[in-house]
């Protein structure tokens, strides 16, 4: 079935450190959105995506969506103990209308 | 702000019950959404409604049914409760800015954890 996969499952950086993670879909996506969930909290949205190559920045976070719009990225420069919490990308397949969320990536920032 | 309400935050529930969790959002949002959150497994989801009293089916419908009524509420019931079902259950509502589909912002709700015994 359709599936967004995302990369790395778990990631543990110092606080300073820059942090990628990658979402990558086996179906072409219509847009691609990305949450973040805190510790026992539930998803918040961060961004919207829709074009091909786009590339939005909020602060230090930034987000780009693949030109095939089949995978998507989010980079933080400079983590901080704040930035803890699950990351995940979500989005509508093209075509077929399934709302897909990726698997996650969750994120400790150690102090 | 948008503001989704769920009935419960923890629940308990014995096997073979008929359990109903309630969601309602304030902001006058067509669309409605509700979704399991396991381990490993992230986010899937089990229903949506894009208006009242019509519904579709997510990647994981069976062993669940759901009630739109009214616009603000959306219900999932569960028939007859399993334990495979015991997991965070979340709701969400979206706007429908029209022409684009379900594109639109997804505003979650606190959650309800369920405990199937």
């Known amino acids: 079935g359709q599936q967004v996969m995302q990369i790395p499952q778990y990631q543990h950086v110092q606080e300073g450190e820059d942090f990628t993670t990658y979402c990558n879909s086996s179906?072409?996506?219509?847009?691609i959105q990305w949450y973040k969930q805190r510790p026992g909290g539930h998803p918040v949205f961060l961004i919207q995506?829709?074009?091909?190559?786009e590339v939005k920045k909020q602060k230090r976070l930034t987000f780009q969506f693949g030109e095939a719009k089949k995978n998507s990225s989010l980079h933080i420069t400079a983590t901080q103990t704040t930035d803890v919490g699950t990351y995940f990308c979500?989005?509508?397949?093209?075509?077929?209308?399934?709302?897909?969320f990726g698997t996650g990536t969750r994120l400790k920032v150690l102090a | 702000d948008v503001k989704v309400t769920q009935s419960s935050r923890y629940l308990v529930k014995r096997t073979g019950e008929k359990v109903f969790l309630e969601c309602v959002q304030d902001?006058?949002?067509?669309?409605m959404f509700w979704y399991r959150q396991d381990p490993g497994l992230g986010l899937r989801l089990i229903y949506f409604?894009?208006?009242?009293?019509?519904?579709e089916k997510g990647d994981i419908p069976e062993g669940y049914s759901v009630s739109r009524e009214k616009k603000e509420r959306f219900s999932l019931i569960l028939e007859s409760a399993s334990t495979n079902q015991t997991s965070m259950y979340l709701c969400?509502?979206?706007?429908?800015?029209?022409?684009?589909?379900?594109?639109?912002?997804?505003?979650f709700g606190p959650g309800t954890r369920l405990t199937v015994l």
């Open positions: 979500a989005g509508w397949t093209s075509g077929t209308y399934k709302y897909i």
């Open positions: 969400a509502s979206s706007l429908d800015s029209g022409g684009a589909g379900f594109t639109d912002t997804q505003y």
């Open positions: 902001m006058d949002h067509e669309n």
């Open positions: 409604s894009y208006d009242v009293k019509m519904k």
């Open positions: 179906t072409t996506l219509s847009n």
């Open positions: 995506l829709v074009k091909s190559g």
